[in-house]
């Protein structure tokens, strides 16, 4: 009997969306559109916070590690050596930094003294893919890494001592002399400007040092274990001076957070204003259908059955415009993600069901609701034509 | 006749208009409401940027000191407005006594107010420019006193508390101040020592000079035109680059200012900043182009659906002997009269979405564009008539005989 009654229902249902084919197109259009837009807005947010935080990463080191005090500056901007440093034994910190998820990016320096003409200079030295990474955004005028022989002097020190790309220079260290090429000029607003950049190795060759370091500067992420990360540092290397650079943490924090709530609050707006539409198309074609819903009525049938009737159509209509519009939802937050932060938003298996089942869930709430309208249709006079 | 029939349409299907209208308000409240999100969401994340330290260095060109006095310029520049920070610096070395170790004194701002040229007050100094830093105690205010502000790290090296009195000395002179509190800034200020500027200049003899100067200024991101060397453009070129506010376009109006300075952009600042606000930009563009796409399609779904059932009304219409473009005005005048009230209704409630976003988020209110408002009026005319348009011209193509005979 029940299953009788429902294929009955099924079948009156596919007749009535398939009789008005206009109408029932419209309605997927619409239902479509607006699960595709509850998707893009719940699945997009994921894809722009990644996307975001792979683009502050170039905020470069949010901590520095060193033996003791060695620089001036304000927060993350450094002003310049001010004291002789001590030195970092660099075999044991790769190893720890290597084993520690955490540690994103680790760029050892070694800072020594020299004399240009009996002036003193400072020499940078550093490793090549952490000098690329960190330099990416300097303005560098010729080679922008130096070789053996060569060096990349700084723009401050080079203006200072009117130095030229392919000039030799003579510089003296402690009781050994030595000539570089100066093969580039570099820029960067900070503390490098006043120095000679240099390859490590070729700098702790003069020094007559083996595997050490002046400082590292470190990229630790999420920002959120800083403070973790450090307290841990500090425990397993106490004779370290680490410092963290608040300015940089809490300038990424701010702007995630910011971002973040932007997104969250337009995504509900967009959401309230996405279900308002629906319902107000639903609600449209409940009126077209007044005719329809009090012949229902006047041959018996009575308000729970017909709002069945329209919900079981509400629901298979929600349910096939929620799977369309989520997929190309997908699409499409997939194609905006790749074109304005070039990644993939990872599929996971949680957020799937979730963002399918909050659309589906705004389509048939919004089109549940005018549904009651149909309480208020009195057969005799919608039959009569008022 | 005409006014009377689209009166009497009005009043007999109230709800099918109610609807229609709820539409139109909610769909250009949303286009409104994002639009004018995305016109100030970009500035107000570079003031967001700029909250946490100096995105410009300026330092002597050669070596030796700026002037104080040069400082207070760099807020009359053409872009004065978007500084939101200035801090200047004095460094040297002392002997703190009794701890009788040499630490790095850098005389500065905490927070000094002073007017611009054209009378309005501006805070500068350490604290403005980098939110981030607290200060356990008091900060010293201006730039006078016998008070100094410690760095947490320095303070916990040297055993120092608020209230003690240190003596400090340099090669030139000795002077006593008193510990008002300690600063933590995470960053190279944990150890240094902090006394007002004049107090500085007066322990190390250099009085109205200071070392460097750090600037937080709102810039826009750089892009090819911004990137070019100013020596190579042409006069209207370098106009349009002086007057676009790019980092180096502000750095070198600072310059001309300071006398005998080279103020240059902390690149790695600059490029992240102009990077992240570029992705963010491109990222609320495309959901608020999305939106409006969304908005449109529910709007004119809502109004199709609507004159989808007033096909008899247009047969009956047409059978009374109207013409089809009789039919299109009356009909038209309905879609204008909605485009125009939905439009309307849809601004005002677009743009108080859009301040209590901006209030809710930047806490800042949202100012409003007449643009915004030409845009919601026509987004809105244009669906309500896209909307009419197609079911229209079908209920026309109708023959009235065979729609009325049902």
């Keep these: 009997m029940i299953v009788e009654r429902l294929r009955w229902l099924l079948k009156v249902t596919f007749k009535s969306l398939a009789r008005k084919k206009s109408r029932t197109f419209l309605l997927m259009i619409s239902l479509t559109l607006a699960s595709a837009l509850s998707t893009v807005f719940l699945v997009f947010p994921r894809g722009a916070r990644m996307g975001l935080g792979r683009e502050l990463r170039a905020y470069g080191a949010n901590l520095i590690v060193s033996p003791f005090s060695q620089e001036a500056g304000s927060a993350g901007l450094s002003l310049g050596l001010v004291a002789d440093s001590g030195f970092l034994n660099i075999k044991a910190l790769k190893k720890y930094f290597k084993q520690n998820p955490l540690v994103k990016e680790a760029n050892f320096q070694l800072l020594a003294r020299g004399y240009y003409q009996s002036q003193p200079v400072t020499f940078l030295g550093t490793e090549r893919e952490a000098f690329q990474n960190a330099s990416q955004f300097w303005k560098i005028e010729g080679r922008s890494w130096p070789e053996k022989g060569e060096v990349l002097a700084g723009s401050q020190i080079a203006k200072r001592f009117g130095w030229k790309i392919g000039q030799q220079v003579g510089f003296e260290m402690g009781k050994k002399k030595f000539n570089l090429k100066i093969v580039g000029i570099a820029e960067s607003g900070s503390f490098e400007e006043s120095t000679l950049l240099l390859d490590r190795e070729a700098l702790s060759s003069w020094l007559g040092v083996n595997d050490v370091a002046s400082q590292v500067l470190l990229r630790v992420e999420p920002t959120s274990k800083i403070d973790f990360f450090e307290k841990e540092l500090k425990n397993d290397f106490p004779e370290l001076k680490i410092l963290t650079l608040q300015q940089v943490v809490k300038r990424e924090e701010n702007i995630v957070i910011k971002v973040e709530m932007l997104l969250f609050l337009v995504t509900i707006f967009v959401m309230v204003a996405t279900s308002i539409s629906v319902a107000n198309t639903t609600s449209i074609t409940v009126v077209e259908r007044w005719r329809e819903i009090g012949l229902l009525k006047s041959i018996g049938g009575s308000n729970a059955f017909v709002t069945g009737l329209f919900l079981l159509e509400a629901c298979f209509l929600a349910f096939f415009a929620s799977l369309a519009g989520f997929f190309l939802g997908w699409v499409l937050t997939e194609a905006f993600a790749l074109s304005v932060f070039s990644l993939w938003v990872p599929f996971d298996w949680w957020s799937m069901p979730t963002s399918f089942l909050a659309s589906f869930s705004i389509v048939l709430v919004s089109s549940i609701w005018p549904l009651r309208l149909i309480f208020r249709v009195e057969p005799a006079l919608v039959l009569k034509g008022q | ?406």
Excluded at chain 2, 66 to 74: A, F, G, Q
């Design chain 2, 1 to 406: 006749m005409w006014l009377r029939l689209f009166l009497a349409s009005l009043k007999r299907q109230k709800l099918l208009f109610f609807l229609a209208f709820l539409s139109a308000v909610t769909g250009t409240a949303m286009v409104a409401g994002l639009i004018g999100v995305y016109f100030e969401a970009s500035a107000n994340v570079s003031r967001e940027l700029r909250k946490y330290g100096a995105n410009i260095i300026v330092q002597p060109a050669s070596s030796g000191y700026l002037k104080e006095e040069d400082v207070y310029k760099i807020k009359t520049i053409f872009w004065r407005h978007n500084i939101v920070g200035i801090n200047p610096y004095l460094y040297g070395f002392a002997e703190v006594k009794p701890a009788g170790k040499k630490v790095l004194v850098a005389g500065t701002w905490l927070k000094k107010e002073f007017l611009t040229p054209e009378g309005n007050k501006f805070v500068a100094g350490l604290l403005t420019l980098n939110r981030g830093a607290r200060i356990k105690g008091k900060p010293f205010e201006g730039d006078q006193g016998e008070l100094a502000v410690i760095g947490s790290s320095l303070a916990f090296q040297l055993g120092l508390k608020p209230g003690d009195k240190l003596v400090l000395s340099s090669r030139q002179k000795e002077i006593e101040v008193r510990l008002v509190g300690i600063i933590e800034a995470g960053g190279y200020e944990d150890e240094q020592l902090f006394l007002p500027l004049k107090k500085a200049q007066h322990l190390f003899g250099a009085e109205g000079k200071v070392s460097n100067i750090l600037v937080s200024a709102v810039t826009v991101p750089l892009d090819e035109f911004g990137r070019r060397d100013p020596k190579t453009m042409t006069r209207r070129e370098f106009e349009k680059w002086y007057c676009t506010a790019y980092p180096p376009a502000v750095a070198k109006q600072i310059e001309e200012v300071v006398c005998g300075s080279s103020a240059r952009p902390v690149w790695q600042v600059v490029e992240t900043e102009g990077k992240v606000l570029s992705k963010f930009q491109l990222v609320f563009l495309t959901l608020t182009l999305l939106s409006l796409l969304g908005s449109i399609v529910a709007v004119a779904s809502t109004v199709m659906a609507g004159m989808m059932r007033r096909e008899d009304e247009v047969a009956l219409l047409k059978a009374l002997g109207a013409s089809k473009r009789w039919i299109g005005r009356l009909f038209l005048s309905e879609a204008f009269f909605l485009g125009l009230t939905g439009g309307l209704s849809g601004y005002l409630a677009g743009i108080l979405l859009a301040d209590s976003i901006n209030q809710l988020v930047f806490g800042t209110p949202f100012e409003g564009k007449t643009s915004l408002f030409l845009l919601s009026l026509v987004v809105s005319l244009v669906v309500n008539f896209l909307g009419f348009l197609f079911p229209l011209k079908k209920a026309l193509s109708f023959e009235p005989g065979v729609v009325l005979k049902g």
